[in-house]
């Protein structure tokens, strides 16, 4: 048999570009995926007790962006959401990001947004220029509410400082001097109505899409016949980490399943300053599931196992930089997605781009 498209890897990227190019092209596609599921790691399923979870962490939807929520939507019916986190400060559970209930909850103040407007500039260390994610908080907050909220935790995360790493990583989260407790401010926020895996046998149910999994491509690719590759896998695996590999973090999760209903006020508590673990997620909370009882998972970051986070600091995407200009040079091969962009990116962005790739693929 042989196939217009041979796609490696399962997740967003992979599906969406299955799907466009087998309704739109008509073309015939197969996706070749190691693990034992569709999905990469938005996938979730329904455990023991019968609890959807997400298999590798807390997988939060939300976009701007019009065209991937209209395009999504096609597919599956959704459950509007707010997303809410607590971090575990000082023996209190406050809000998180920093918001004026953060403040005056931890500090026993009773500022109201224009005094902690005024609070903050005058506890804030101006920088010249944003160098880092270090910089990027204490120019914010200061250094007090740095190392409460900040400092440890992203050493536990990535196993560096976070003046070692690159501002858009704590970038990824604001500070509010209002009381809005939403973890992000995105006018779509919302979870897939019957899960994400729902979704994607959704998007992949089409008589021009195969699906070959528990099978890595280079076992098979002597076997198969087709005329353009899309790759999502990690970049410096692809050329055999010839320039030297690529570090990617990842976690280990460890979940727990209790008799009652909920045991969290929200989905998601973050752990800065205690425990080995960064943070608890409930996702009952988010996926609207009603059930007598919970699942908790706790996330423990590791250096080995599955690449999970690709690492932003200059050095890592110099390397980058070197596998990127080898594989501008491969006219039959499209690097797309989280590992094959080595980018710190969302469910949301990873979808746009691939649907921004899919209207460059020669049609
Ligand atoms: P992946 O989902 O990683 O898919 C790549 C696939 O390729 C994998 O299934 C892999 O098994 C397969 N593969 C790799 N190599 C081979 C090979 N040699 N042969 C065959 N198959 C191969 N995004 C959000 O928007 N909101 C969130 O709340 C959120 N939370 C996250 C929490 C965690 C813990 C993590 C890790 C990510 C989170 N993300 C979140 C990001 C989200 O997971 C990604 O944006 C998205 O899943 C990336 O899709 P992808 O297809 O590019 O990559
Ligand atoms: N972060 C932090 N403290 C927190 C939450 C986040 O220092 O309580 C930092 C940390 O470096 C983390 C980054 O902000 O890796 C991005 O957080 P996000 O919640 O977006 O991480 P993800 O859900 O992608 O793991």
Same mark, same amino acid.
Do not use: C, W
């Given at each position: 048999m042989k196939y217009d498209y041979l796609i490696v890897g399962a997740g967003f990227s992979g599906c969406v570009l299955a799907e466009r190019l087998a309704s739109q092209r008509d073309r015939r596609v197969l996706i070749v995926e190691k693990r034992n599921h569709i999905g990469g790691n938005a996938c979730d399923y329904y455990n023991e007790s019968g609890i959807l979870v997400h298999k590798y962490g807390p997988h939060y939807f939300r976009t701007n962006n019009q065209a991937v929520w209209d395009y999504l939507s096609r597919f599956t019916p959704w459950h509007p959401v707010q997303y809410r986190?607590? &971090? =575990?400060?000082?023996?209190? $559970?406050?809000? =998180?990001?920093?918001?004026?209930?953060?403040? +005056?909850? $931890?500090?026993?103040?009773?500022?109201?947004? &224009?005094? !902690?407007? /005024?609070? =903050? /500039?005058?506890?804030?260390?101006?920088?010249? %220029?944003?160098?880092n994610s270090e910089d990027v908080i204490v120019s914010q907050v200061g250094r007090d509410l740095y190392e409460k909220f900040f400092k440890n935790y992203t050493k536990k995360q990535w196993d560096l400082w976070p003046g070692e790493l690159d501002p858009s990583v704590c970038k990824r989260i604001p500070v509010r001097t209002n009381r809005d407790p939403r973890y992000f401010g995105d006018v779509y926020q919302a979870m897939p109505k019957f899960g994400y895996s729902w979704l994607f046998r959704r998007m992949t149910d089409h008589p021009n899409i195969q699906v070959l999994l528990q099978t890595d491509y280079r076992d098979v690719l002597d076997d198969l016949r087709f005329d353009h590759l899309i790759y999502t896998g990690p970049i410096d695996l692809f050329f055999d980490g010839m320039y030297g590999e690529l570090p990617y973090r990842s976690l280990r999760f460890e979940h727990e399943t209790r008799d009652v209903e909920f045991v969290q006020p929200v989905s998601q508590v973050n752990y800065p300053n205690d425990y080995d673990f960064t943070r608890i997620v409930e996702i009952k909370h988010v996926t609207g599931q009603r059930h007598? %009882?919970?699942?908790?998972?706790?996330?423990?970051?590791?250096?080995?196992?599955?690449?999970?986070?690709?690492?932003? /600091?200059?050095? +890592?995407?110099?390397?980058?930089?070197?596998?990127?200009?080898?594989? /501008?040079?491969?006219?039959?091969?499209? =690097?797309?997605?989280? !590992? &094959? %962009?080595?980018?710190? !990116? +969302?469910?949301?962005?990873?979808?746009a781009n691939s649907l921004q790739l899919f209207e460059t693929l020669s049609s």
């Open positions: 986190i607590l &971090a =575990f400060v000082d023996g209190q $559970l406050v809000p =998180f990001p920093i918001n004026l209930d953060t403040v +005056n909850g $931890l500090f026993g103040t009773r500022y109201d947004s &224009a005094g !902690l407007d /005024k609070y =903050f /500039k005058q506890i804030r260390s101006r920088k010249k %220029q944003v160098k007598p %009882q919970t699942t908790l998972v706790r996330e423990y970051p590791t250096a080995e196992g599955e690449p999970y986070y690709p690492i932003p /600091k200059a050095e +890592n995407e110099a390397l980058y930089r070197k596998y990127h200009r080898e594989a /501008k040079k491969l006219k039959q091969v499209s =690097f797309i997605g989280r !590992l &094959a %962009q080595y980018r710190y !990116l +969302n469910m949301d962005q990873v979808v």
